[in-house]
C-alpha cells in the first residue's frame, strides 16, 4: 500500500500478516523500517516492491524498533543482501546474539542472528545511504532497546514506533505493545510514553495494524493516557 508518494506499507495486516514492514523511498535507494518475522513474510515484501516499480531500487539501511523476532527475524536475510541494519541499545546484543530476548520461543521459530551495524542513540540523526535522515528516539520499556525513528516524507513527519505505541480504531486511540515479554519494563515504559506524548509528528506507523495519517501527535498523547490508566496499580480512591 503507498501511503504517500514516498511512504509505503509492504506488509502488514492488509496482507494477513500481522506486523507491519514500512518503506521510505529516497534519491539512492529504501529505507525499511522493521523487517517481518521470516521468510515468509519477506516474499510479500519482495512481491510489493516489485508491484510498486520499487525493485530496482537497493535497500540501504534497515531500522529496527525493536529486537522481537517479528519486527527482526529477516534482519540476517537483507544484511546478506546488502543493506546496514539499526538497532537501538541492548536490542542490538539481543539480535546479534539471537537469545530469548527476541521472543522466537512465543514465535515458533527459530531466529538467525545477524550482526548490527550501528547502534542507534537517543536524539541521533543517522543519514541513510539513501539520501534520508532519520531522528532517532530511544524509548526503553516494551524492550531495553526500542525505538521510535522520524522521518520527513513529503512535507510531513512520520514517526515509526514499532510496538511502543500502536495506532486504534479509527485513529481515535492508542494501543499498548505486549507487556509480556521477558525483558519488559512497565515503570520505565510509562515514563518513555510520558516523553514521546510531547513529541511531534504528522504521521504514526505503529507495529502493527494501520497508520494514523493526520495528527499523529495526538497518538503519541493517547497511548501514553492509556498506559497511565492501564499499567499503574489500581490507586485508592
Not at 1 to 28: E, F, I
Not at 116 to 134: F, K, L, M, N
Not at 210 to 228: F, N, V
Amino acid at each position: 500500500m503507498q501511503y504517500l508518494r514516498n511512504l509505503y506499507l509492504l506488509s502488514g495486516m492488509p496482507y494477513s500478516v500481522s506486523v507491519s514492514v514500512h518503506a521510505v523511498t529516497g534519491k539512492n535507494g529504501i529505507v525499511l523500517f522493521d523487517t517481518g518475522t521470516d521468510e515468509g513474510e519477506m516474499e510479500i515484501v519482495d512481491r510489493n516492491l516489485k508491484y510498486w516499480g520499487l525493485d530496482t531500487l537497493p535497500i540501504t539501511d534497515v531500522f529496527i524498533t525493536h529486537s522481537h523476532m517479528d519486527h527482526s527475524g529477516n534482519a540476517k536475510l537483507l544484511r546478506d543482501r546488502g543493506a546496514r541494519i539499526i538497532a537501538g541499545p541492548i536490542d542490538a546484543d539481543a539480535i546479534e546474539k539471537g537469545d530469548e530476548r527476541t521472543i522466537d520461543f512465543a514465535l515458533l521459530r527459530e531466529f538467525k542472528p545477524c550482526p548490527v551495524d550501528v547502534i542507534a542513540q537517543d536524539e541521533e540523526v543517522i543519514e541513510t545511504r539513501a539520501g534520508i535522515s532519520v531522528k532517532c528516539f530511544h524509548t526503553p520499556g516494551h524492550s531495553p532497546g526500542s525505538m521510535l525513528y522520524r522521518v520527513d516524507v513529503d512535507g510531513k513527519q512520520v514517526m515509526f514506533t514499532g510496538d511502543t505505541i500502536r495506532v486504534g480504531e479509527f485513529c481515535e486511540t492508542g494501543v499498548l505493545g505486549w507487556t509480556g515479554g521477558p525483558d519488559v519494563d512497565i515503570p520505565t515504559y510509562i515514563k518513555s510514553l510520558g516523553r514521546a506524548a510531547r513529541l511531534k509528528c504528522d504521521v504514526v506507523c505503529g507495529g502493527h495494524f494501520l497508520p494514523c495519517m493526520e495528527d499523529g501527535w495526538k497518538i503519541l498523547c493517547l497511548t501514553y493516557r492509556r498506559a497511565l490508566e492501564d499499567l499503574r496499580l489500581p490507586r485508592s480512591l
